[in-house]
């Protein structure tokens, strides 16, 4: 097998990284290989939003057993559900977009660091206070991971497979989910106690330290190098991620890509994203739909086991006895346990349609799908027995279907992708943190709304928000499927010389004796 020739120096990082090879005669590979580094990145990147599935579902299954513990009650139980979410939110934004400044790479590793250490310490924790600064201090970890996990996959992998890279990472979320619902259960099985929550978090820290290591031995993003104007550690770190045998390229030159792009990386500030265009659209895409989807994916996840335990006629006013506690978060662990199983289904076939279907039309059918299942469960409430449960097992199953296969993933996608690279992390973390204000919003009214307003209101009203994120993701939509990153928000030749002629044409009307036809002359044509 031979490669072609890409040593002209206007190539860019995006041009070697989609680089096909070619067999002796010609003819050229269908896709470009993935290299062993590009593989690495992927893991410890997918890694990292199994760790987030794990720690925040499990949560699900460990805040009944923490707040009998330390006999926590209303507010005081909606703190500790939502310390985590509000961390991601804060993380997101106030780490996610430091990104930009200090490197992909970089903020991959600290967000780990952290992540491993608050864990260890929520272990150990012997008050509520701590155990919400500790789910604080995850959720930081976490909120940091949602741009910079995306972006070291998505500026590292080839345009054809990032969709399907991007998001087979991400399907890590909901086998970390059905992992934390999983182990919830085999803990409390083993160890029937008020201090099982312990052991559940513990058995993360071993994993998530070996993957904090490993993040130390990937390469920096070369996007990101060559818009800071590092030419030369970029160009070392294309040769470093596209090492492999038979090598090519064998030459990577990027001086004359580097030229235009520094001044653009200079300007970046977060007053950017509200810029007038493609900006202020690419932030309101990102933002808005997944705020929405926030409001109930979280809702439904986090106390998908309560509502089930509910379900099962052993809500907590049933609870006599610590045994009586345990035995029905088993319970409810197990029917969590099944219904996350369609997450798994959800994301792996938002995982093969991405790429084909585009990342637009899949949200806005996610987002109608998920307002189908929760009118399901809505029905629910007006049913007793038999009926009751199969409508709440039904609505919740395709409620998790469909959040998968469309809003719950394509949003994380899209918000990675509609960004030009220089703010990209800045974007990507806004987008997040502006999401995870829903997150909070609902992880801490959750209980009070289903105690004030009921279960049948408060799924009306999440119905009417998956309904408004599937009218926003049409009127603001961006189709990124296809697209390279180093294109993202820049005009197409066809874009730029069409507003190049529109701006010539008064000066040609001119100069041939005739005058530019204005608005007011369109709306009253003289006739």
Known sequence: MTAPSMSDARHSVQDYIDELPAWADGTSVGHPPMTAMQWRIWSLAAAGKFFEGFVVFMTGVALPLIGREFGLRGSSSGLISAAALFGILVGAIGLGGLADYFGRKRMFVVEMIIFVGFLAMLT????????????????????????????????????????????????????????????????????????AWRWMYATAVVPALGVMIGRFSITESAHWLLNRGEVIRAERAVARLLARRPQYPHVVSLRERAKHLVERARSAHIGRLFAGGHNLRATTLASVPWFLQDLSTYGIGIFTPTLLAVAFGAAPSHTRTTADLIASQVLAAKGSALISLFLIAGILAAIVLADQVGRIKLQIAGFIGCAAGLSLAAISTVLAGAPHIALIFAGIMLFDFMTNLGPNAQTYLIAGEVFPTDIRGMGAGFAAAFAKTGAVLTAFLFPILLSEIGTRALLWWLIAASLLGALTTWLFRIETKGVRLDRIGIPTATEALGTRAQAAEPERLYAAGRKPETPEDKACPIS
């Open 124 to 195: 150990l924790a012997n008050n509520a206070i701590a155990i919400i600064a500790c789910l604080f201090g995850l959720g930081l970890a976490l909120g940091c991971d949602y741009p910079t996990a995306h972006m070291i996959i998505s500026e590292n992998i080839p345009t054809t497979s990032r969709g399907r890279s991007v998001l087979g990472a991400f399907a890590f979320q909901a086998i970390g989910a059905l992992s934390g619902t999983a182990v919830g259960f085999i803990v409390l099985r083993n160890h029937p106690a008020l201090d």
